[in-house]
Every structure is written in C-alpha cells, then in structure tokens.
C-alpha cells in the first residue's frame, strides 16, 4: 500500500467537507453538520480512534475523540473545530461555494478558512500520526463540533454542560482565527496568535408608543423612537481602551513595521495595516452595529412597537464599561434585551504551548514571529474556557502577502490557498511533538 501524503490528503478532505454543505443559518432550516460529522468520525475510526457523536438537535451532530499520548499522566491538550458554515449565494461567486473548485492555487468554497482547512489539516495530522504509530507526547482530544456560527447552543455550549467528562484533563486548547501571516518584508512575518477575544452581546431593542392611523398626527411613535435611538447607536463612537494583548500586538508591529506608535491615535496607527485593520481596529473598542428591524404589519397602522436587533461585542475587562457606553448611546426609553450574551477571554502569550507554537512556525518558516492578538469575533472558546482551559487560536497559515485573509470570513470568493493548508500540515505535526 502506498504511503498517504498528509499533506495532499489534506487538500481532499477540505474539499469533501466543503461538498456537505453544512450551513448553519441560525434558524435550524439548513441541512445540519450530520453528514459531515459522520464523515469525520469515519475518518477516525480508519486509523483505530473511537469517535463519539452527539446530537443534541436533529442533525446538529459532534464528533469527539481521544488520542492516548505517550505520558497519559499529564495535562492534556484539546483541538477543536467546528463542522458548520455560514450561508452562500452561488450568483455572487465566481465558482460555486459548495463545489470545492481549485483554482488559481487554492480552494475555493464557503467554510474553505472558515474553518474547514482547520478540520481537514486535523484530520490528516492525526491520520498520518495513528497510521504511523507516532504517538503525541500527552493525550489530545478531538472534537469536531456543531453550530459555532449560531453561537454554539446546540455544540461546544452543550457538550461542555451536557458531556464535560469527555474533556477530563484538558487545560489547554487550540482552534481558529489565529497562527495565520502577516507579511512585513521578504525575511520576516508575523503569525498572529489569537490569545483574547471580545464579548458577545446580541440583543433585542425595543421602542413603544401609541398605536393609530396611519393618516393621523402621532407625537408617540414607536417606530420614529427606535429608529432615532438606532440612528444614534449607529453613529456612536464606543471610546477606545487598549487591553495588554493589543498593547502587545501594537508594539510588535510598531517594532516591525518601524511605525512609531501614537498613544493619542492608536485608530491611526492601527489603519497602516491594510486590510488587516478591519479585524484589529474593532478591537481598540467596544462596537454595537444595529443589524436587523421589525415593525407595523400594516401600511396604514401606526404600530405601538418596534425593535431591532444588535450585535453587540466588549472587550476583556470592559463590561460594565461598554453597558455604561451603551446606554449612553441608546438614550432614554428604549428597552434592551439579551438574546445571546457570551463572555470575553483574554489570556497570557507565554508557557510552554505558546513556545511549542512559535517553535512549530519558526521550523516551517524562519522568518516567523509569532505575536498575541484579540480576535474581534468570538469562538467556541468561550464555551471550553469554562471547564479551565487556557484557549489560543491557532490555525497556522503561510499566505500570499496580498490575500485579503480578513476578508475570507464569511466573505463572498472564500479561498484557501494550497500552499497555506500543506504548510499548516506541518506547522501542526511539527506542534503536536512540542506541545
């Protein structure tokens, strides 16, 4: 039999599993991550792991297992990636989203770093490992879990409640939207290290006043006060406050970059880094973006209540701050909610994992520096952090210095380049000896 190259299976096993199709739109009507899931758990159980799979909902499906490490008696370390993927509309691609096309060097289709290439480099790291009977030094747990793009409800939440002795031992993990490249010249890049990320608060806004005639004076109405309170909260300013990890990734790229840092302009220094600076600059503040309106069922009716929903994100430290910022934004009369309200991480860029990830990149390129940074987003962190674990996005990428990466999330023409996910192959076999 001849010998599997991990780094092409790699390729294929992201192109399988961007055909499945497992859009998670939020409402439970897309196809589910089932098919997916057992796809996963049958590639497990070809190199001898016993898969589990779980399925709180129908067909929102999660597949765990463990793999015995050469010392069992030691803390071990948890991978994990989600199965789900937002939405796509084939009209506005250039290849369908769902086809897995390769072109131009990379794949091309929705969940391609999104995050797919993390569950297929997973994949075939630890198929190659199994199938080569080389053992990780310390027991790592696999879980390949459901719905983290609606929160993680029916996912990460529920297992972390529902099955937390799958996890037993685990005080470290790793997963996405970190160990990807920033170019800075020929000879040095910078791989950013997701070690904080922002709070989740989606919420509802409601207005009320006096229900009427459409053809009548109405000094009362609920749509006209939530619509000024929306108006408001969308040209709102949130103040900035610099947290120790963005003050770190600040002066590493300041140092690299020879920008001088501005502690009176941080937004301006921040916007020197392209298109880089839509990820990090909502990290300086609190942000709350009005995303959705509802009201009236009638032409000629004046309803007597009205809402919009809020996507709303804090930064570590900063709740109660951003509440106060909030409210202040909002005025007075309007009712807030929480829909969904998840917390903010932030933890230490030192110890032993973060030296096994810089060390894994310098090995696979010398001229990386691995760097701290917030991710502005959130991630089924939040869910496995609360079982005390010390959580790190790392997902590691080599990518074209002119690849709008940030805008693969979720983004129209998401892409991966073949170069980047066989280089993440390597950075993650070379991870697991050091980890």
């Known amino acids: 039999m001849s010998q599997i190259n991990p780094q092409d299976e790699a390729v294929e096993l992201c192109r399988d599993l961007i055909r499945f199709e497992s859009v998670n739109d939020g409402t439970g009507r897309g196809k589910g991550e089932r098919e997916a899931a057992e796809y996963v758990a049958g590639k497990l159980?070809?190199?001898?792991?016993?898969?589990q799979l779980f399925e709180p909902a129908r067909n929102r499906t999660s597949v765990v297992a463990r793999i015995e490490g050469e010392d069992p008696s030691r803390d071990a370390l948890l991978i994990h990636a989600h199965l789900d993927v937002v939405p796509a509309e084939p009209?506005?691609?250039?290849?369908?989203?769902?086809a897995a096309e390769v072109a131009d060097g990379a794949i091309w289709g929705r969940?391609?770093?999104?995050?797919?290439?993390?569950?297929?480099?997973?994949?075939?790291?630890?198929?190659?490992?199994?199938?080569?009977?080389?053992?990780?030094?310390?027991?790592?747990?696999?879980?390949?879990?459901?719905?983290?793009?609606?929160?993680?409800?029916?996912?990460?939440?529920?297992?972390?409640?529902?099955?937390?002795?799958?996890?037993?031992?685990?005080?470290?993990?790793?997963?996405?939207?970190?160990?990807?490249?920033?170019s800075v010249n020929d000879d040095?890049?910078?791989?950013?290290?997701?070690?904080?990320?922002?709070?989740?608060?989606?919420?509802?806004?409601?207005?009320?006043?006096?229900?009427?005639?459409?053809?009548?004076?109405?000094?009362?109405?609920?749509?006209?006060?939530?619509?000024?309170?929306?108006?408001?909260?969308?040209?709102?300013?949130f103040p900035i406050h610099v947290t120790k990890t963005v003050r770190a990734f600040l002066d590493e790229v300041g140092d690299a970059f020879g920008?001088?840092?501005?502690?009176?302009?941080?937004?301006?220094?921040?916007?020197?880094?392209?298109?880089?600076?839509?990820?990090?600059?909502?990290?300086?503040?609190?942000?709350?973006?009005?995303?959705?309106?509802?009201?009236?069922?009638?032409?000629?009716?004046i309803p007597g209540r009205a809402s919009a929903m809020v996507d709303g994100r804090f930064l570590p430290g900063f709740e109660d701050a951003w509440e106060r910022e909030l409210d202040e934004a909002l005025g007075p009369d309007i009712v807030r909610e929480y829909v969904h309200y998840d917390i903010a991480l932030e933890t230490d860029f030192e110890g032993a994992l973060v030296e096994a990830m810089a060390g894994a990149l310098k090995a696979e390129d010398p001229g990386a520096r691995a760097v701290p940074y917030m991710l502005s987003g959130g991630t089924d962190?939040?869910?496995?952090?609360?079982?005390?674990?010390?959580?790190?996005?790392?997902?590691?990428?080599?990518?074209?210095?002119?690849?709008?990466f940030s805008g693969m999330f979720h983004g129209v023409d998401e892409r991966v380049p073949l170069d980047s996910l066989k280089f993440g192959v390597r950075v993650l076999d070379q991870f697991l000896d050091r980890a």
Request: with cysteine.
């Open 188 to 237: 040095l890049r910078l791989y950013m290290i997701e070690t904080a990320q922002k709070g989740m608060a989606w919420m509802r806004l409601t207005a009320t006043g006096t229900a009427g005639h459409g053809s009548m004076v109405n000094d009362d109405n609920a749509v006209t006060r939530l619509c000024e309170a929306v108006a408001r909260l969308g040209a709102y300013e």
């Open 111 to 182: 969940g391609a770093v999104d995050m797919l290439d993390m569950d297929a480099m997973t994949l075939a790291v630890v198929r190659d490992r199994l199938r080569t009977g080389r053992k990780p030094p310390r027991d790592v747990v696999l879980a390949f879990v459901a719905d983290e793009e609606a929160g993680g409800v029916f996912g990460a939440q529920w297992l972390v409640e529902h099955q937390p002795q799958l996890f037993e031992g685990c005080t470290e993990a790793i997963s996405e939207v970190g160990g990807f490249s920033l």
């Open 45 to 51: 159980a070809e190199v001898g792991l016993e898969p």
């Open 259 to 301: 920008i001088e840092l501005d502690p009176d302009d941080m937004a301006g220094t921040v916007a020197t880094l392209g298109p880089l600076a839509r990820i990090v600059g909502a990290t300086l503040r609190g942000t709350a973006n009005p995303t959705m309106l509802d009201a009236g069922y009638k032409h000629n009716v």
């Open 91 to 98: 009209k506005e691609w250039t290849y369908d989203p769902f």
């Open 381 to 404: 962190a939040k869910s496995f952090s609360r079982l005390g674990m010390r959580c790190f996005g790392f997902s590691p990428l080599r990518l074209p210095a002119d690849l709008d």
